[in-house]
């Protein structure tokens, strides 16, 4: 079992900066992989970020390359997602998942399948992040 909580939602204003956390517990040392996904309201949730633990190669949305920085911290067992010159398209539910069936290696990463959301069989309640104009 995995359990995941985010914290750090909140709203800002376009331009501004959130940081969202992700602590993990249970059988951490399983997750090979960790990502961010958001759903706004009406829409399908989508792929933010990815992360390897094993390796910490990463992978992002084109919409939020260069603005949004996905990292860990394994010996807090915590994710999280720095997330810079927002703008309001960035207003959504941010949900932190784990996949723990995928295995080690770094294949997940490739072109877009981290994006798949089966995989991930952990997930968090949600953080709201409100971006305002």
């Known amino acids: 079992q995995v359990q995941l909580v985010e914290s750090g939602g909140g709203s800002v204003q376009t331009g501004g900066s959130l940081r969202l956390s992700c602590a993990a517990s249970?059988?951490?040392?399983?997750?090979?992989?960790m990502a961010w996904f958001r759903q706004a309201p009406g829409k399908e949730r989508e792929g933010v970020a990815a992360?390897?633990?094993?390796?910490?190669?990463?992978a992002y949305a084109d919409s939020v390359k260069g603005r949004f920085t996905i990292s860990q911290d394994n010996a807090k067992n915590t994710l999280y997602l720095q997330m810079n010159s927002l703008k309001p398209e960035d207003t959504a539910v941010y949900y932190c998942?784990?996949?723990?069936?995928?295995?080690?290696?770094?294949?997940?990463?490739?072109?877009?399948?981290?994006?798949?959301?089966?995989?991930?069989?952990?997930w968090g309640p949600g953080a709201q992040v409100t971006v305002s104009s």
């Open positions: 998942a784990a996949d723990t069936t995928s295995g080690r290696g770094a294949w997940r990463l490739i072109g877009n399948f981290w994006k798949i959301i089966s995989p991930y069989n952990y």
């Open positions: 992360l390897h633990t094993g390796g910490g190669s990463t």
């Open positions: 249970g059988n951490t040392a399983s997750m090979a992989y």
